[in-house]
């Protein structure tokens, strides 16, 4: 299980022998996340997403990550998409929601937020909410995945 905790910018993990019945005591992961939910999910091999924002304070960009050894590792990490291209939806610096709301208030602009995935023949489909005024969905094909490797390969 991959856990969000509060603004300690890691990605947190338990795991189960027992099919969730026990789990081991949480700990923190070499995996940044700025308090943000993650997807987690098979891409119809053996091979295991993750869809995150890898940042300890902000919610873009957004990526998949992709792990060939069962979550040990995340060696190929590709791109989905950057709050740049949304940067119309508020004035820089300003909230987009005043009123009480997510967070404390309302949530301040450039969030890439709650992915959530699914593949179908091939092709994983993200979907994704943006400053909490827009969701978006992306299409990735998973045939041509293995090719894009992290900045650190």
Not at 45 to 74: F, Q, Y
Not at 86 to 95: H, I, S
């Amino acid at each position: 299980m991959f856990m969000r905790a509060n603004f300690d910018g890691h990605l947190w993990q338990a795991h189960s022998d027992d099919h969730g019945q026990t789990w081991s005591e949480a700990a923190q992961m070499d995996i940044p996340n700025p308090s943000a939910k993650v997807w987690v999910g098979r891409l119809g091999d053996e091979r295991i997403g993750l869809a995150l924002n890898p940042a300890d304070k902000a919610r873009d960009p957004l990526e998949l990550w992709v792990s060939n050894d069962d979550a040990a590792t995340w060696a190929v990490h590709v791109p989905v998409d950057r709050y740049d291209s949304y940067k119309d939806l508020t004035a820089p610096g300003e909230r987009h929601d005043l009123g009480p709301g997510w967070g404390k208030g309302g949530a301040w602009p450039g969030n890439l937020s709650y992915p959530f995935g699914m593949v179908h023949e091939g092709v994983l489909y993200l979907v994704y909410d943006v400053a909490r005024r827009d969701v978006v969905m992306a299409s990735i094909a998973l045939s041509g995945i293995a090719e894009i490797k992290s900045p650190s390969n």
